[in-house]
């Protein structure tokens, strides 16, 4: 499976916003070059925040927002709020899930 | 609402076995593709194994291949994970999730494997 490429961490000052990127995504034609996005604190469930790219699950708030340029995808959090600070994971999986690829994560501190 | 419980997990030696088990409420197990994704300590995400709604598709990591066996219950709502033969790299958190189109719906706290003499 190809690897997908996060930072280890990223850091905000609530009301700003930030980017996580998640690069190693494949473009050609396919299942392969849709993205998903999670965010996750240790314990608790991994909450889907984006699927396909850039769209949101119901109830998940508009601050987030995804989109890929080539072989990166990018998840920005806008107005950075203290509860926004967990680890964020990207992945890739075709709808068959012949290929399932998690990044290694990106911690998010709000300062 | 939707929920995955799941259970199953503890402390077992190298070389030993666990079922797992997740019970989904608040939905019919049999509409989706059903998967197990695991965290080590200090670790990301890591996924695991995966199977469709009428268990003709099984789907494994390298890394549990011929050691995990996935399985599926829908009349039972629940589904399973057979982790045999473990080591201690295989201690995680174990999540199960619903595969929804390319993405994954995780509604559960897990359950903690430890592998360890």
């Known amino acids: 499976q190809s690897a997908l490429t996060q930072p280890a961490s990223v850091s905000g000052s609530p009301g700003q916003s930030i980017t996580i990127s998640c690069t190693g995504v494949r473009s050609d034609a396919g299942d392969y070059k849709y993205v998903s996005w999670y965010q996750h604190n240790p314990g608790k469930a991994p909450k889907l925040i984006i699927y396909d790219v850039s769209h949101r699950p119901s109830g998940v708030s508009p601050r987030f927002s995804g989109s890929k340029s080539g072989n990166t995808a990018s998840l920005t959090i806008s107005g950075l709020q203290a509860e926004d600070e967990a680890d964020y994971y990207c992945?890739?999986?075709?709808?068959?899930?012949?290929?399932?690829?998690f990044g290694g994560g990106t911690k998010l501190t709000v300062l | 609402e939707v929920q995955l419980v799941e259970s199953g997990g503890g402390l077992v030696q190298p070389g030993g076995s666990l079922r797992l088990s997740c019970v989904a409420s608040g939905f019919t197990l049999g509409d989706f593709p059903m998967h197990w994704v695991r965290q080590a300590p200090g670790k990301g995400l890591e996924w695991v194994s995966g199977?469709?709604?009428?268990?003709?598709?099984?789907h494994y990591a390298e890394s549990v291949k011929g050691r995990f066996t996935i399985s599926r219950d829908n009349a039972k709502n629940t589904l399973y994970l057979q982790v045999n033969s473990l080591r201690p790299e295989d201690t995680a958190h174990y999540y199960c999730a619903r595969k929804v189109g390319r993405a994954f719906d995780f509604r559960g706290q897990g359950t903690m494997v430890n592998v360890s003499s």
């Open positions: 992945g890739s999986a075709t709808t068959s899930s012949t290929h399932v690829v």
């Open positions: 199977i469709n709604w009428n268990s003709v598709n099984i």
